[in-house]
C-alpha cells in the first residue's frame, strides 16, 4: 500500500527560527512533491523533485531515496509562513498519496 | 492566465440529487486530476486524465465519473449524491509528469 507519513501534526515556532518538517514514503515514487495550504484554503505547489536538493528563497526541500524520506526547510521564518504544508508522493502509474499535513504556526 | 478555473465554490445537495463540478485550465496542461479533502484525511485523489480522451481512476472513485472531450475541460460529475460526499474539491493540472501541479480554489460541498 502507498503510505506518506508526515511529521510533526502541528508545529508552533517564534519569527526567526529555522523549520523542519519530515515525510517519509513507503514504496518507491516518480517524484515527491510540497504543498502550501494557505488558511483561506488555497493550495500552491512549492516544489517536485526526484533526487537532491531544490532550493527557493527561504524554503529547501531535500529528498534521500535510499531512505525514502523528504524533508522541507524553512530559513528565518516569518508570521506569512504559517500554514498547512502537505507532502505528496507520485507513482510512475500516476497514483498520488498525500500526507496528512502539518499546520505551521510562526509567531512574531 | 486565469491557471485552474472550478466552479462553483460552495454548493448544497440534497441526498440523490446530481451536479457536475466544473473544472478548467487555459495553460494547455496534458495532465488533470481531481481531489476530495476531508478533516484528517488530508487530500485523495478521485480521478486523473493524462490527456484528451484518456481518464482513470484515482483512490476514491466510488460514486464519481469524470470525462475528458477537451484539453481544457475535466468535469467531475455526482451521479446520486451521498451524505459521505460531502467535502472539499480541488482539481489540479500540470503539464506533464516532470511538472508540479497549479491547483484549483476549490469547491466545498455540501450534501444534506
Known amino acids: 500500500k502507498n503510505e506518506v507519513e508526515q511529521s510533526p501534526q502541528n508545529l508552533t515556532a517564534q519569527e526567526g527560527e529555522f523549520i523542519t518538517i519530515n515525510c517519509s514514503y513507503s514504496?518507491?515514487?516518480?517524484?515527491l512533491h510540497w504543498l502550501q495550504q494557505h488558511p483561506g484554503g488555497g493550495i500552491v505547489s512549492l516544489f517536485m523533485?526526484?533526487?537532491g536538493k531544490k532550493k527557493h528563497g527561504r524554503l529547501i526541500a531535500t529528498i534521500n531515496i535510499q531512505e525514502k524520506h523528504s524533508s522541507l526547510h524553512i530559513t528565518a521564518s516569518h508570521p506569512r509562513d504559517s500554514a498547512v504544508y502537505i507532502c505528496?508522493?507520485?507513482?510512475?502509474?500516476?497514483?498520488?498519496?498525500f500526507g496528512a499535513g502539518t499546520r505551521l504556526t510562526v509567531k512574531p | 492566465n486565469a491557471g485552474v478555473t472550478q466552479t462553483p465554490k460552495f454548493q448544497v445537495l440534497k441526498t440523490g440529487q446530481s451536479m457536475t463540478l466544473q473544472c478548467a485550465q487555459d495553460?494547455?496542461?496534458?495532465?488533470m486530476s481531481w481531489y476530495r479533502q476531508d478533516p484528517g484525511m488530508g487530500l485523495r485523489l478521485i480521478h486523473y486524465?493524462?490527456?484528451?480522451?484518456?481518464?482513470d481512476q484515482g483512490e476514491v472513485p466510488n460514486g464519481y465519473n469524470v470525462s475528458r472531450s477537451t484539453t481544457e475541460d475535466f468535469p467531475l460529475r455526482l451521479l446520486s449524491a451521498a451524505p459521505s460526499q460531502t467535502s472539499v474539491y480541488f482539481c489540479?493540472?500540470?503539464?506533464?509528469?516532470?511538472?508540479?501541479?497549479?491547483f484549483g480554489s476549490g469547491t466545498r460541498l455540501t450534501v444534506v
Open positions: 495553460m494547455n496542461h496534458e495532465y
Open positions: 523533485l526526484s533526487s
Open positions: 489540479a493540472s500540470r503539464r506533464a509528469r516532470d511538472y508540479g501541479y497549479t
Open positions: 486524465s493524462v490527456g484528451a480522451g484518456i481518464t
Open positions: 514504496v518507491g515514487i516518480s517524484a
Open positions: 505528496a508522493a507520485s507513482y510512475n502509474n500516476n497514483d498520488m498519496r
